[in-house]
């Protein structure tokens, strides 16, 4: 059982260029989430998707557009990205339908801006 | 989400109980208590949550107080693995994503 799978792990790239941050979950949950987090900032909310069809935005979504593949995909994706951006994203997924609703976290993916 | 106040740092020896203490005295009647924790270089690990009575699984316990203002997460054997930090979250089910991480408490377990 993986969880929540995020690809890549590592990543660098130029001031403008675009790229597509992967994830998947193996736990049949309806909900899913990309984070950033940043030193001394915690997590912060980029967008969610809270069923298969819908996304919504969170609390930091300008630069970002999400796509929800299917129940179990979740893609991040920058279109012209900047050095503000540097950060770490997690992928984050979790069943509505279940007491707590608790949010389960992929491993991270790092991505520079330079 | 209420707010939560941890200690900043603990040290435990490998081998004995961790209590982790947390204070959460605005929460409200809807709202859980999570712990998760996060070692460095990876992703936020969820350990355990509880809305009124005590909780236990494979990894830890939970014991939330009568008037549910604070928690005490204990990990009963502590490993050189458990050293990470730790943090008490309050949030409603119903609040979509939103995690409030604080500060957090540094643990460090020595052998």
């Known amino acids: 059982n993986a969880g929540v799978t995020q690809t890549p792990k590592f990543q660098v790239l130029k001031t403008g260029q675009s790229m597509t941050l992967q994830c998947a979950q193996d736990?049949?949950?309806?909900?899913m989430y990309w984070y950033r987090q940043d030193p001394g900032m915690g997590l912060r909310l980029i967008y969610y998707?809270?069923?298969?069809?819908?996304?919504d935005k969170g609390e930091v979504p300008n630069g970002y557009n999400v796509s929800r593949l299917n129940k179990r995909e979740f893609s991040l994706r920058l279109e012209s990205a900047a050095p503000s951006q540097t950060s770490v994203y997690f992928c984050?997924?979790?069943?509505?339908?279940?007491?707590?609703?608790?949010?389960?976290f992929g491993e991270g993916s790092w991505l520079t801006v330079v | 989400d209420a707010k939560t106040t941890q200690p900043p740092s603990m040290d435990c020896a490998e081998g004995r109980a961790a209590n982790l203490p947390c204070n959460h005295s605005?929460?409200?009647?809807?709202?859980?208590v999570y712990w998760y924790r996060q070692i460095h270089s990876q992703g936020p690990q969820y350990i355990i949550h509880g809305l009124k009575n005590n909780e236990t699984n494979e990894m830890a316990s939970l014991i939330i107080t009568e008037d549910r203002k604070s928690s005490t997460l204990i990990l009963p054997h502590a490993t050189l693995r458990d050293t990470a930090v730790y943090y008490c979250?309050?949030?409603?089910?119903?609040?979509?994503?939103?995690?409030?991480f604080g500060a957090g408490t540094q643990v460090v377990v020595t052998p």
């Open positions: 979250i309050v949030r409603a089910a119903s609040s979509w994503g939103k995690l409030q």
């Open positions: 984050a997924s979790s069943d509505p339908d279940r007491a707590g609703n608790t949010i389960y």
């Open positions: 605005t929460i409200s009647g809807n709202e859980y």
């Open positions: 736990m049949n949950h309806n909900s």
């Open positions: 998707s809270a069923s298969e069809g819908t996304t």
